[in-house]
């Protein structure tokens, strides 16, 4: 190159290169870049163009000479095998030289475009950059065909290299320019998040250094941030909470993985429980890459931590005493059980429930029986050891199991008689609801707990069963589980299915044994049930009735019997062998007595039947009467009125009160089989009924004697007045068909 154009040259590219370093906008420098090869070119018609490459798409960049309307006509071109020079050189990333666009096939779509604005040559390089990425292309353009030199194609190699840098140095500017504006934005991101987070984040360094604090607030803290920053843990925190904080970012670093625990820490706000997790993070000093650090997050879950407490409570513990309930017992009892498997020890269960409590409930409302049931647990867990679960399992059934209370069973029965009487002591003073003071008891019943009896179900079992002899023995006393009960509580439930299923077979009826009276009319009858088993044969009542009053099966049984009455009563008057003054005696449980429903149910029956009540004696016993005078008052009275007539079963085994007797509305006094069986020895015996009958006479009742067998006693009744007699004497109780034929003959018993 000869010196003029060096010199040029050199001049231009010094300026360039200062714009370039100065940060000159990259227009205004390629702008230069073509005036400047322009201007040393040897061809002054020589127009230069460049354009930028972004994804398959050339730009217009620079181009001072050629005609604005063609610059942005070829604006955006997409580049290929054979788009005019330009678009063909990025595509095939080399210089492409056309000496004459008319001519060229590279420019077949594009030349009525270029020769329209007078362009008739073009030679375009690619721009690479270092990492030989194409940035564009530089093009010269002539307004005639023409073929490069040498020396146009060297300085063309220059200032495509000019162009090069400052493209590149141009597209790393932008580069750093949205990574600033990025940055910016994340910052602004992260500052916001953290002015709403609720939970705290700590960078912590590998000594326990606090880094960094973010968070809303500094309540969960320690003391606030900027107290905190730059301190140690250990500096900070009480010894016994930081060593598990340092422990833990130990593992974290030594794991590499992020960590999940729970902590509890008095901060700021208080007592908090947190949830912690951290995570490892490298590189968190720029100027100190090797050091390592922990991101910690900071939950507080103080909240969710006390509602899971409640709702465990609510799930087993009862939330009147707050006493464990059936559910944590049974869970205890478990554990109890498979203690003792391998100690060998024995344990108890007391299986404890108060004596009077539904009175109490019933008669002065639910808010005081509940003041005292509180009473009565808190009273109860004086009493217990620690080691020991005391829980309430129902409306007044407390239990109380006792881990361990002896080596062997006979220690373990005076241990635990020890607890049942200390429990018994606690009753002893008066429970104060309000102004109501109440004296309570309570009935145990107790079960060892060994290895002879490990299932939890039986154990609770049998210590209910023994509670329920404790209770039916009166109350206020406690009773071990004693196997032999057990067989019988299992019968009895045998037997009661027994009876409900022999009910609805029709397995029952009633039987009648007749009543003369002492000149020999038959008076009566009184109707006694059988059940005809198919299998046990004929059963007394004294084997069930017990459990059908226990099981509430009696009203279903005196439906039987009046029924069976009223159809031996009509099928008599048919026969026209009685007349009205003809009564059939029913026995009334003490269940049906008590009953409201006792009047309708008889009256609803005989009225089917078209039968009187007079025809009808109710036959009740002493005991019946002195339970509660008022009301049996008041249920006698009211059938009285009805036209029912009372006879007082098995008088003189009970203790009525005489004065009282008068009282109720009692037509007859029956004398019991024990007094008769005593009648024929002067003694004691014949007095007694002497005494009888001349109290009824005095208060106007009649008098019939049962459990009659010999005439002897008969002979000796009539002498002393008696009015009427029963016992196998004169019958055994029969079948109706026979009692009915029986009638039939004995009209007159005595001819
Ligand atoms: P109870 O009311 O005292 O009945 C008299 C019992 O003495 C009857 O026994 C009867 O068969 C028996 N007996 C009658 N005469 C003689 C006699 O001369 N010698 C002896 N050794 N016994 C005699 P049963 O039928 O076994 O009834 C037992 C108890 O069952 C009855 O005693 C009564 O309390 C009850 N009972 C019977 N039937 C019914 C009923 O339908 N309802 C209710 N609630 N209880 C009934
Ligand atoms: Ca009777
Ligand atoms: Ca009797």
Redesign the pocket.
Known sequence: METVRLRKLLSHQQDILSKIALGTPINVILNDICLSIEEIIDDESAKCSILSLKGDQLFHCAAPNIDDKYCQLINGVHIGPSVGSCGTAAYLKSRIIVEDIDNSPLWTDFKELALSFGLKSCWSTPILSTQSNILGTFAIYHTSPKTPSTKDLELIDYFVHFSSIALEKNVESLIVKQLIIDLQQSNEKFKAFTKVMPDLTIIISEEGVYTDIYGSSDELLYSSMCMLINKNVKDVLPKNDALPIMSVIKKTLLTNEVQIFEYQLEVQKGKIIFEGRTAPITHYLPNNPSKRHVVWMARDITLRKQAEKEVERLAFFDPLTNLPNRRMLTERLNMCVERIKRTHKTGALLFLDLDNFKRINDSFGHSAGDELLVDVSKRLNAVTRASDTLARVGGDEFILLLEYVGDDNEQAIIEAEIVAQKIQKIFNVQFEVGRLAFQVSCSIGICLVDNSNSGTDKILKFADSAMYRAKNNGGNRYSFYDPELQTLVEKQTELKNDIVRAIACDEFC??F?PQISTIGKVIGA????RWNHPSKGLI???DF?PIAEQYGL?NK??NI?LHDICVLINRLSAENIIDESFSVS????HC?FCSSNLKSELINTINDFNIRPSQIKL?ITESMLSANIESSTQQMNELKEEGFTFSI??FGTGYSCLTHLSAFPVNELKID?SFIDNVLDDGKGFRIVQAIIKLANSLNMSVVA????ASEQFEILKAIHIDSI????IA??MIQNDYVKWHNHNVDFIK
């Open positions: 009633a039987y044994q009184e109707a006694l049930i007394a009542p004294n009735i009696m049984l005196q019997v029913i026995n009334i449980s049906q036959e079963d098995d089989k049962e459990g009659v067998e029963q016992g196998y004497l055994k109780p």
